[in-house]
């Protein structure tokens, strides 16, 4: 691994203020900062869900909907004058791709008909906090959005996303179901076997 002679640590925000992709000079109280701030802790939750999950096919749609957060954090971190020089943003084509990814998970896993409890599996549960944590980064949004206008499309999008990050916390439960079933399952066959 490479030394750089860089370093971490710039001091620019010793005194409470921090910079915004623009450049400009903003408190760390700024509402921009508090939301994409929630957007970083956000991502670490999914990093950790997705730490924990063995099913390819949720791992693959956290992979991109991490890739879309660091999209969104761009555009919250942005002033108005920049928002429209950003190579990407966040809109109704990724807002429709959440909604085939709930309509395909929800085909195969149902919906639950009662409340769910998180904690049936240590991958669900992760998820079930990132899900939580995107809600408040959703609602850190139309309170920014309200302020400064602009992100719109972004609001839909965090309150899609919170709903496949319940599909497939629901769809994690299922599958933990269903081993332990069949592991029971193996278990009671097996002592059958040791007893005839």
């Not at 999914?46 to 761009?74: K, M």
């Amino acid at each position: 691994m490479e030394s750089s002679s860089k370093k971490i640590y710039t001091g620019i925000g010793d005194k409470g203020e921090t910079r915004l992709l623009s450049g400009e000079m903003v408190g760390k109280d700024d509402s921009r900062v508090r939301t994409y701030g929630g957007l970083d802790e956000f991502q670490s939750h999914l990093g950790l869900a997705r730490s924990l999950i063995r099913e390819e096919s949720v791992r693959n749609v956290l992979v991109t909907i991490q890739e879309d957060i660091f999209v969104a954090s761009s555009e919250l971190a942005s002033t108005p004058e920049v928002l429209n020089r950003l190579k990407r943003r966040l809109g109704n084509e990724d807002i429709s791709r959440l909604e085939r990814r709930i309509d395909e998970f929800t085909a195969l896993y149902g919906i639950p008909r009662h409340f769910v409890m998180p904690g049936k599996s240590p991958d669900s549960a992760a998820l079930h906090i990132a899900r939580a944590v995107c809600r408040r980064c959703e609602r850190l949004i139309v309170m920014l959005n309200k302020a400064t206008g602009g992100h719109d499309e972004l609001a839909v999008y965090f309150n899609r996303l919170s709903d496949l990050l319940f599909v497939l916390a629901w769809a994690l439960e299922i599958n933990s179901v269903v081993k332990d079933v069949v592991s029971d399952l193996i278990e009671g066959e097996a002592r059958k076997g040791n007893h005839p």
